[in-house]
Each structure stands twice: as C-alpha cells, then as structure tokens.
C-alpha cells in the first residue's frame, strides 16, 4: 500500500509558516534560535492562547494549518513527537516548587508540563476521541513518530494520520545546555512541524523512514535494505550544522556528489530538527525548484523527484526518503 503526505506544514526561525521554502533568511542574533511566531488567532482564539505555552501554541497552529490544507476535519490518529516537551512550563513548575517549599504549587503548570500535553490539546479543540499518542525518543521522536503513523495506514487502522514533531528552547534551557556544554559547535533552536499522512493520492509518496542507533552505520546496507538505487537520488537534505561535520562525511562519501541542502545552520539544532527537513523534502517535490541560500554544494538538478533525508546526533540517526508521485 502506498502511502501519501496530503499537507505540510513548519514553524520555524525562518519565514515558513503557510509559505514555501523562503528565498533568504532571517538573521537571529540570540544564542539560540527562536520561532517566528505566526498570526495565531487565525487558528486560535484570544482566550485560549492567554493559556497556551509557545510549545503548545505552535503544535495547536501547524496541526490545524495542514488539516485545513488536507480539508480533513477529523484525523484518524493524531501522532506527535517531542524530544524534550513542554520546557517552558515544567521550568515554571519546577521553580514554584522550589520557591513555595513544595507547599502549594499551582498544578496548571505541572498539568501542561507532561509531554503529551501538545497532542490531547490538539484532540481537546478537534473533539477527536481517536488514537493519540505521544513519542518522546529524543532525536528520534518524530522518526518514531513518523514509524507509527505508517504502521497505522498499512495496518488499516487510519485513512488519514496527522504527525508531527514539536521542541521549544528557553533562557533556562540553553543555560543548562551551554553549562552541560551539550550541543558543543551548533546553535540551538525550536519548531514545529505537521502533516497529514493518508491512503488517498497526493503529489509527495512517503515511502519510508529508518531508525537507526549505533556508533557506525553501514550505509550502502542501508539504502539497499530501502531499496534505494543512489543513481536514483535527485536531492540529499543532510541535519549537519558544520561543513565538516564528523558522521556526515562518511555519509557524504557513500552518497557521491549530489545536490545537498542543510538547514540547522538556519533554524538551529533540536530533537525534532528532523521534522523541518521533511517539510523541507515536500516544498522542493512540490515546487521543483530549490532557493540557492539552503544549498550547501551549490549543485542543482533538473528534478527534484527523489528527496533522501539523512539525520544524526550523537549515535542517533535517521533516514527518510520521500518521491514524487507520477499524477
């Protein structure tokens, strides 16, 4: 059975919301990269985003953005996933602990901390009673997100899934971050993105996604286990942050001299990171065309009808692959 990505959609720390891949990019001169935040009360109204967190106002946007671009009011399954959670709200939890001598805490706080907060909110304003879940596999959250959704539809059990993955950073984060000295040589970040997966005929096919987590990866194993042909690829979006990044390069060498495009460098380095790629892989399937700002070898193709996608942090890694279909 194949299967279809019916709408995307991204939040990110450059101009993409409800756009295509933009043409430059938006300085951010922070330590760490923040979301353009989009028109909310196109899709939310003023008294529910008065209690929403950042995390939960982006997840809440995007959804409703790619459902509304599928004309899908209700998903069969809403999958999300989330690395790290509602940061902003467990940080405000926390504090208040600790200030009020674990007395009283306010439990809103503690209530919106849990990680599949983003996901029951979507389902509260959707009134959706179907499958929800929430994955939390740090830089594989959305992946096994993404795995999850697709043994849904080929399973039989969902027509149309709604996944996505969703992080946020806060001041307090990114100082325990740069104390713990984690993400060494890449700038932090946070987004959002979603999609409708479905059975229904689309111009984007999915067609599979792979997990991996070891220290070496043998590469041509694994792309021959996709059944993927490497004189078939038109595209590789690659999640490094670096020009010679370690991992990358031996990747690179497997994979030749194809037109590359990297996107951490612009958005920043998250859990779900991976989930802006494949926002990245729809727009250039759909509009055939590629801005040169997001090329990092400045080798283009005539098509764009095969798009891998390669993910890796630490010994985490990801690959996705995504075609156009012959409608």
């Not at 946070?190 to 111009?203: I, K, T, Y």
Request: proline share 3%; net charge negative; with cysteine.
């Amino acid at each position: 059975m194949d299967i279809y990505i019916k709408s995307s959609d991204a939040i990110s720390a450059q101009l993409s919301f409800e756009k295509g891949l933009p043409e430059y990019f938006e300085s951010g001169e922070e330590s760490f990269y923040n979301c353009v935040k989009p028109e909310y009360k196109k899709y939310i109204s003023p008294k529910l985003l008065r209690r929403m967190s950042p995390i939960i106002r982006n997840g809440v946007a995007c959804s409703l953005s790619v459902l509304k671009q599928a004309g899908i009011e209700q998903p069969d399954a809403i999958v999300v996933g989330t690395a790290l959670g509602c940061l902003r709200d467990t940080t405000s939890f926390l504090t208040q602990l600790i200030e009020e001598k674990e007395e009283l805490p306010n439990p809103t706080h503690f209530i919106q901390s849990t990680h599949n907060t983003i996901a029951g909110q979507i389902a509260l304003l959707l009134k959706c009673h179907n499958y929800n879940f929430t994955f939390s596999q740090m830089h594989n959250s959305f992946e096994t997100a993404l795995l999850d959704a697709q043994m849904l539809i080929l399973d039989g059990k969902a027509s149309n899934v709604l996944v996505g993955g969703v992080d946020e950073m806060s001041e307090t984060t990114y100082d325990l971050i740069k104390g713990l000295d984690c993400y060494k040589g890449t700038k932090p970040g946070e987004g959002a993105g979603f999609f409708v997966l479905s059975r229904e005929e689309s111009v984007v096919k999915f067609e599979g996604v792979r997990i991996i987590n070891s220290d070496k990866v043998d590469f041509e194993k694994e792309l021959k286990d996709m059944g993927l042909e490497l004189d078939e690829v038109d595209l590789v979006i690659g999640g490094n942050n670096q020009e010679d990044e370690a991992g990358y390069m031996d990747f690179c060498s497997v994979i030749g001299n194809k037109p590359y495009l990297w996107y951490k460098p612009f958005v920043g380095e998250y859990g779900t990171a991976s989930s802006f790629a494949m926002w990245m892989a729809c727009k250039v399937i759909e509009e055939q065309k590629v801005p040169e700002c997001w090329m990092k070898n400045r080798i283009a193709s005539e098509k764009y009808n095969k798009v891998l996608i390669y993910n890796k942090v630490g010994n985490e890694h990801s690959l996705m692959l995504m075609t156009k279909n012959k409608v």
